[in-house]
């Protein structure tokens, strides 16, 4: 039969690929969005029209709580995957409390008017790594203790403990994917592997001169989002509810992203200096490329994180298919198609 389900955040990129993955399945999709933009919907514009036109939208902020309590009283869906969020950690530490209110009453909402009104629907909520912080021994798993280092990530852990505490004391079924960093062609601005796609593809097509970034030397696990969306299912899909990390286990650095993304388009960099004053080279022309912008720096960053998604593999028989390679020439081949001229 197929499940009647509800995706917050619905507009973003694993909205996107979750709603996908899911109308493929048979699925009857609600959508949770802020607002309809009037040029599409976000990503979804990016679904086939038969598939967009398959999807029911609701639109309104998942901290108003007497919306969703009718939603989830009136709909009773099978399950609510809960993706909105205010996701940006840079954003986080400028407005903490926007980024309580979206996730910490967000999250609150949904779990409440589940637990009041349709306690028999699955919540999956997308956790995230930064609830780990920094790295210190070893990669990070479920048993990891948490240890956050920004208002995002210390939502984040916020809503792992709702989500424990509901399944555990309330009886609900509950669960949280604690997803790594994870990218694709519909990844937001905001996010670090974006800007470098953009400003490359600009760069190599002579419409920008310089990339201007913060810590270079930041380490990150990078996947794909596609790929943790499946994960995402899989967990929903399990009789038992529990909490699955999603990671390609393989940490890469900043730089590498940048030295990477610029050999795709033909451009091999020399680096030189350190610290602010470090730049980055065309080789062949030997005009300025990369520079840093202290003001792209974060106070409490988080040096490295990368997970082990050993439990995922074993019960859930997940493993992420895209390297950052395969990452990285979908997201230059949908910038040239969308922002060139
Ligand atoms: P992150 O992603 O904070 O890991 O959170 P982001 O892409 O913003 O930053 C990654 C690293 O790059 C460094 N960096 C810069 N970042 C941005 N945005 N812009 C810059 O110019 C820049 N220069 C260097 C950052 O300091 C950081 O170390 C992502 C989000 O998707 C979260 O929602 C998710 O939960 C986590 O990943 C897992």
């Known amino acids: 039969m197929s499940r ?11 909205g996107y690929f979750l709603a996908k993955l899911l109308l493929n399945k ?4 609600h959508g949770l969005i802020r607002e309809k933009p009037s040029n ?8 086939e029209e038969s598939q967009q036109s398959q999807l029911i939208l609701h ?5 108003n709580k007497g919306f969703i309590d009718e939603l989830v009283a009136e709909k009773q869906f ?10 940006s950690v840079a954003r986080s530490i400028q407005h903490p409390r926007e980024t309580i209110e979206t996730n910490i009453l967000g999250l609150t909402n949904i779990a409440t008017s589940i637990r009041d009104r349709s306690p028999q629907t699955r919540l999956l909520f997308t956790g995230s ?3 780990f912080g920094d790295i210190t021994s070893g990669k990070q798993s479920e048993s990891t203790p948490t240890q956050p280092q920004s208002p995002y990530g210390l939502t984040k852990e916020f809503g792992y403990q709702l989500v424990r505490t509901y399944r555990e004391h309330y009886g609900l079924w509950a669960a949280t994917a604690i997803l790594f960093n994870h990218e694709s062609e519909f990844r937001g601005q905001q996010f670090v592997t974006k800007k470098i796609v953009r400003s490359v593809v600009r760069i190599a097509a002579g419409f920008d001169d310089v990339l201007s970034l913060g810590n270079i030397y930041a380490k990150r696990d990078w996947g794909y989002a596609g790929d943790y969306m499946d994960g995402v299912i899989r967990v929903m899909e399990r009789n038992e509810p529990d909490d699955y990390v999603f990671a390609t286990g393989k940490l890469r650095s900043v730089k590498d992203f940048v030295n990477t993304t610029f050999s795709h388009v033909g451009i091999d960099l020399d680096w030189f200096g350190d610290g ?3 730049i980055a080279l065309n ?3 030997q005009n300025l490329v990369v520079k840093i912008d202290k003001h792209f720096y974060r106070p409490g960053d988080i040096k490295g994180t990368c997970g082990d998604a050993s439990k995922a593999k074993l019960l859930l028989g997940w493993q992420p298919r895209t390297n950052l390679s395969s990452i990285i020439s979908k997201m230059i081949s949908q910038e040239q198609d969308t922002t060139l001229p």
């Open 4 to 14: 009647k389900v509800l995706i917050t955040g619905i507009g973003g990129q694993d």
């Open 26 to 29: 048979g699925c009857k999709v």
């Open 40 to 47: 599409g919907i976000g990503s979804l514009a990016h679904l």
């Open 59 to 63: 639109e309104s902020n998942i901290s």
């Open 78 to 87: 099978d399950d609510i995957y809960h993706l909105a969020a205010q996701s």
């Open 129 to 131: 790594s930064e609830m």
């Open 276 to 278: 602010i004053d470090e």
């Open 283 to 285: 080789r062949s022309s």
